[in-house]
Nanobody
Framework: VQLQASGGGLVQAGGSLSLSCAASRRTLSSYAMGWFRQAPGKEREFVATINKSGATTYYTDSVRGRFTISRDNAKNTMYLQMNRLNAEDTAVYYC????????????????WGQGTQVTVSS
């Protein structure tokens, strides 16, 4: 499956952004999905994951209550709605697909998108 992340940009602290991850070549419903992010000089870190049906989600503590992961399998697209953004959310955001179950580790994912930059100004 090929993944294309989009929707990043520059936003002021306290603002919102919505990211999308579109899949091609394979049906998205066959995969658990996740969002990760990587800030300059830091390792890629887990943000959120969603199971194949979209019924179950899980978030890292720092974004829980502010971010919402969702998917529309009919549109082969996954989303990340990000609210109340702060400077610590600045990073390149990556979407990923896993043949197995929803997961929090990078090695558990089989396919990655190219990343989209999110910059939050304080």
């Amino acid at each position: 499956v090929q993944l294309q992340a989009s929707g990043g940009g520059l936003v002021q602290a306290g603002g919102s952004l919505s990211l999308s991850c579109a899949a091609s070549r394979r049906t998205l419903s066959s995969y658990a999905m996740g969002w990760f992010r990587q800030a300059p000089g830091k390792e890629r870190e887990f943000v959120a994951t969603i199971n194949k049906s979209g019924a179950t989600t899980y978030y890292t503590d720092s974004v829980r209550g502010r971010f919402t992961i969702s998917r529309d399998n009919a549109k082969n697209t996954m989303y990340l709605q990000m609210n109340r953004l702060n400077a610590e959310d600045t990073a390149v955001y990556y979407c990923a697909a896993a043949r197995g179950f929803m997961a929090t580790m990078t090695w558990q994912y089989d396919y990655w998108g190219q990343g989209t930059q999110v910059t939050v100004s304080s």
